[in-house]
C-alpha cells in the first residue's frame, strides 16, 4: 500500500522555524506550481526531534518508503522537487530515522 499521491511534510516546530523551515515551505509550492506537478499533498508538522537536521522534510512517493532530507534551505528544496519529486532521482542529505514500532 502506502499514498497513492505524492506527499510532503514540512517540520515546523520552533528550531525549524528558525532554521527557515517557512522559506523551505514556501519554495515547495513555489516550485511545484512553476513546475506544473500537482498530485503532491503538501503539509506541515511540528518537531521531529532532529532539531540538528533543521529543515527536516519528509516525502513519500506511492510504494517507497517515507525519506527524511535535512538541511534542506530553499535552493535545496526547489532541487527537491525538481529532481526527487518529479523523477525520483536522489537528492541533498537524507537524515537516516529509526522509526520504532511498540507493541501494545
Known amino acids: ?3 497513492k499521491e505524492k506527499q510532503v511534510i514540512v517540520h515546523m516546530g520552533t ?15 513555489d516550485e511545484l506550481d512553476a513546475k506544473g506537478i500537482s498530485h503532491v499533498l ?5 518537531c521531529m526531534g532532529l532539531c540538528h537536521s533543521e529543515p527536516t522534510v519528509v516525502v513519500t512517493l506511492p510504494g517507497k518508503e517515507p525519506v527524511c532530507f535535512g538541511k ?3 535552493t535545496g528544496a ?6 526527487y519529486l518529479k523523477n525520483g532521482e536522489a537528492v541533498g542529505t537524507v537524515v537516516p530515522v529509526n522509526y520504532v514500532r511498540v507493541e501494545l
Open 1 to 3: 500500500g502506502g499514498p
Open 15 to 29: 528550531c525549524g522555524i528558525a532554521a527557515g523551515a517557512k522559506e523551505t515551505f514556501n519554495a515547495i509550492i
Open 42 to 46: 503538501v503539509r506541515q508538522t511540528g
Open 72 to 74: 534542506l534551505d530553499e
Open 78 to 83: 526547489r532541487e527537491l522537487v525538481q529532481k
